[in-house]
């Protein structure tokens, strides 16, 4: 017989504990002390009563233990009664037990056993209710008292009450006389308070300002923890890539504290050949006005030369009539000698043979004195004739001495002229590989801060510039310093200096211009990301720089020479090993919406537009792509001309006050490279990024209405985005808003990662326009002390299954 079901109280008086919470405020105060009580009680006797039963089903016989059981059977059940409790389920289970369970009904032994056993438990059980009756007696006597007790402090606290309440009426009585003064002062006082109030008044309204402001703030304080929320996630994805790249910085700390021992040689160099150049721009400078004033000598001298040369010429000339002169009057001296030597012969001949009369013989003779005269005159002549041969001999003699001295001097004058013209063109190439050794060290340096280079360009004049007006705004340094980096801008009557990587004048060529570049953009041929961006005010000659006239080889721009020479390096290192798979995309962010300019199907949502709705993403590496954009294998430089003829005629453009043909989009260019040398095994991916801003403009000046109107203020808004991003990176801001515009998002690599970038800076030389190019030099200033991080090679040993090809169009 077991007794060991767990204890449960009878349903008249068990309650759950829903309905003990909701009827337990209803309950008075000593009422729930005596349940308390109660409780406590009842728990400790069917604590008692399992341990009474649990003694008896513990192996005990009572039918074995047969005498001393029913001896002791009172002391036994006395004892046990004090420590042995009941539950409801043990005493139901006695009372339904049977009372007869022998095998054999004539065995009276054993049904006396039997019930002996039973009786003693039922003794035990009526001894436990009367025990529990007699505790619960006691307890409810102790309850009573305790009740008595707390009726007794009752009694003395509604007393205390009445006399606090006696004291309290004689206390309000002495207050009511203490009002009715107070009334007084109150209304002597009610003037102060009038003014009183008027100035609450205002402090109020003031108080509703700051309430309002601070309500503002709130929503901006709020905005700020949203941003902040954010920029713990991106500071969580920013740990992540620091974790990555403190490996890669502990190898670039050895690589940049070597650069840095380089740099400082390279600046001593640099100091060094300043200094020489200091001194051989002096010594050029000395030489150039010597050799100015042997070239006034040797004009002088050739001067000289070629009045004598003339003198010469005329003094030969005149020898020469005297010449004929003389051999005239010589050969009339002859005539006349024969003639007089005939007449002699004669005479003798008519003396002997006819005898003629001396009449004759004096007709003759003065025939022969007038002859003899007449030789004689031309005797002094020719005489005089000899002495002016002579004198010209003489001054012929003179002047080809002089001739010869002005020649010898010409000649001492020519080699000093060669002299210094070879140490001149020795100066100048010393000067211009000084000048190379600094661009090089110079970009170095740049790259080793991470700044973004910027270039100037200033447009020539045109004719409908200012009505034809030939005065511009922008003037350049002569300087050795600035020479070819230096700008100066005229505003107002001031001038504003700047200086950058270079500055080209409004006569420089395209070439000029690509060369600068050239280097820059071939780096994306060895595994770097290069990006070229062009900026300025509308009309300062962006496109121009970038897109040229493709047509016109001398007027060609930026992109399509950038890519001639990418496909013509690539061929020639072909000897090396180096093979190169090149794609291209193109498109235009337009009202801050993303078109694609190779699309093969065009809608009439406008020219690129494709009807897809293009998103910009970011990958596994932190790169930014276009999803669903058209890429295209290219070849050679002839596909990539006829795609860049197509984009040209895609892209959107209009006409304004300030320009014929103004750009109304973002353009922008990207050629993906990748490169594998079979022999080495290395693979190399470049990025080259070529992009033409739109112009920004002030509406009162571009005229623009309408559809114009929308997309200047979208053109402005993006620009003045990348300006807010600019000006946090210099600042070195935690919260980069790149995401605030299309064109920031799609250029965070280039302006805030690992990227070569270069900004080419366009400004218009026109009076009216000056307020605009003086925004522009200042935030091409701000551009330029800009660091973005040292720009990264991408490059890996490639895979053994990896193969490269030039495939078709896609």
């Known amino acids: ?48 009563a399992r341990q009474a039963f649990s003694v008896l089903n513990s192996g005990q016989d009572l039918s074995n233990g047969g005498g001393d059981s029913l001896r002791n059977g009172a002391s036994d059940c006395g004892s ?53 009756e007699i505790s619960y007696q006691r307890e409810q006597e102790k309850l009573q008292n305790m ?81 902040a929320q954010k920029a713990n996630q991106h500071m969580s994805s920013l740990l992540d890539n620091h974790k990555r790249l403190q490996e890669y910085n502990t190898s670039l700390q050895q690589y940049n504290s070597k650069l840095q021992m380089d740099a400082s040689t390279a600046n001593e160099t640099i100091t060094r050949l300043n200094k020489e150049k200091n001194a051989m721009m002096e ?68 003396y002997e043979l006819t ?41 012929l003699k003179l002047a080809d001495l002089s001739v010869w001295e002005k020649r010898a001097e010409c000649q001492d004058q020519e080699k000093i002229i060669e002299d210094l013209e070879n140490r001149l063109a020795e100066s100048e190439l010393r000067l211009r590989e000084g000048e190379e050794l600094r661009k090089r060290l110079h970009n170095t340096i740049l790259e080793l801060k991470g700044n973004i280079r910027v270039f100037c360009r200033v447009r020539p004049l045109l004719p409908d510039d200012d009505c034809g007006s030939t005065e511009t705004s922008v003037s350049y340094p002569s300087s050795t310093e600035l020479l070819g980096r230096g700008i100066e801008l005229t505003y107002n009557g001031q001038k504003y200096p700047f200086s950058f990587d270079k500055v080209f004048s409004h006569d420089a060529s395209q070439q000029e211009v690509f060369v600068e570049i050239s280097q820059l953009v071939q780096s994306a041929l060895d595994g770097y990301k ?34 001639e ?32 300019l190779l699309s093969m199907n065009r809608s009439s949502g406008g020219p690129g537009y ?99 109107l929308d997309e200047a203020k979208a053109i402005n808004l993006s620009l003045t985005t990348l300006k807010k991003v600019i000006s946090s990176l210099t600042k070195k801001a935690t919260h980069i808003p790149y995401r605030e515009s299309k064109l920031t998002y799609l250029l965070q690599p280039c302006l805030g990662g690992d990227s070569k970038t270069l900004m080419f800076l366009n400004i218009s030389p026109v009076l009216s326009s000056a307020g605009e190019s003086l925004d522009s030099l200042r935030f091409a200033n701000m551009v330029n002390a800009c660091e973005i991080g040292t720009a990264r090679r991408q490059i890996q040993m490639r895979s053994s299954e990896s193969r490269l090809s030039c495939g078709p169009q896609g």
Not at 532 to 561: C, H, N, W
Not at 567 to 591: P, V
């Open 147 to 227: 009740l008595e007790s707390s009726q007794r402090r009752e009694a003395e606290l509604e007393a205390q009450m009445k006399n606090k309440v006696e004291e309290l009426n004689a206390l309000i009585a002495q207050l009511r006389g203490q009002n009715t003064t107070l009334e007084e002062k109150l209304s002597k006082e009610m003037a102060d308070k009038s003014a009183a109030m008027e100035s609450f008044k205002r402090e109020s309204e003031a108080r509703v300002a700051v309430e309002k402001s601070q309500i503002s703030l709130s929503e901006e304080l709020e905005k700020a923890l949203q941003e």
């Open 283 to 350: 010594t050029l400078s000395s030489l150039r006005a010597h050799t100015a004033l042997l070239q006034e000598q040797l004009t002088s001298t050739r001067t000289s030369q070629q009045d004598a040369v003339r003198q010469k010429e005329a003094l030969t000339n005149e020898v020469v009539c005297l010449r004929a002169e003389l051999q005239q009057v010589r050969d009339d001296r002859d005539l006349q000698i024969v003639q007089v030597q005939a007449l002699k012969v004669e005479r003798e001949r008519y």
């Open 530 to 563: 290069v990006c070229v961006f062009a900026y300025g005010q509308t009309g300062s000659g962006k496109t121009y720089t970038m897109m040229g006239k493709p047509d016109i080889s001398e007027q060609r721009g930026l992109m399509p020479r950038s890519l």
């Open 1 to 48: 017989m077991s007794f060991r079901n767990a204890a449960k109280p009878p349903s008249n008086v068990t309650r759950s504990p829903s309905n003990k919470k909701e009827n337990i405020d209803e309950i008075p105060v000593d009422k729930r002390r005596k349940i308390g009580v109660g409780k406590m009680v009842g728990q400790a006797n069917t604590l008692r």
């Open 610 to 708: 494709n009807g897809k709705q293009h998103a910009i993403k970011l990958d596994t590496s932190g790169n930014t792509y276009v999803s669903d954009l058209t890429i295209v294998d290219v070849c050679s430089i002839q596909e990539v001309t006829s795609l860049l003829r197509k984009a040209a005629q895609s892209r959107s453009v209009g006409k304004t006050q300030m320009n014929e043909e103004s750009s109304r989009s973002h353009f922008v260019f990207t050629l993906r490279v990748t490169g594998i040398n079979k022999s080495t095994e290395e693979q190399v991916q470049g990025v080259l990024n070529l992009i033409d801003l739109a112009g920004s403009e002030r509406v009162s000046k571009s005229g623009s209405v309408g559809d114009q």
């Open 80 to 132: 046990a009664v004090g420590s042995i409790e009941f539950s409801r389920e043990e005493v139901e289970a006695l009372l339904n037990e049977k009372k007869t369970k022998g095998k054999n009904k004539f065995d009276y032994k054993g049904k006396c056993e039997q019930m002996t056993d039973y009786i003693r438990k039922l003794k035990l059980c009526v001894k436990w209710f009367q025990e529990l």
């Open 355 to 395: 005898g003629k009369s001396t009449a004759e013989l004096e007709n003759l003779t003065t025939k022969t004195n007038l002859l003899e005269e007449t030789c004689s005159s031309q005797l002094e002549q020719l005489r005089t004739l000899r002495h002016q041969l002579d004198a010209a001999n003489d001054k």
């Open 565 to 596: 020479q990418m496909f013509q390096t690539s061929q020639t290192k072909t000897s090396q090993g180096w093979t190169y798979k090149m794609q291209a995309s193109m498109l235009e962010i337009y009202n801050e919406t993303i078109r694609d």
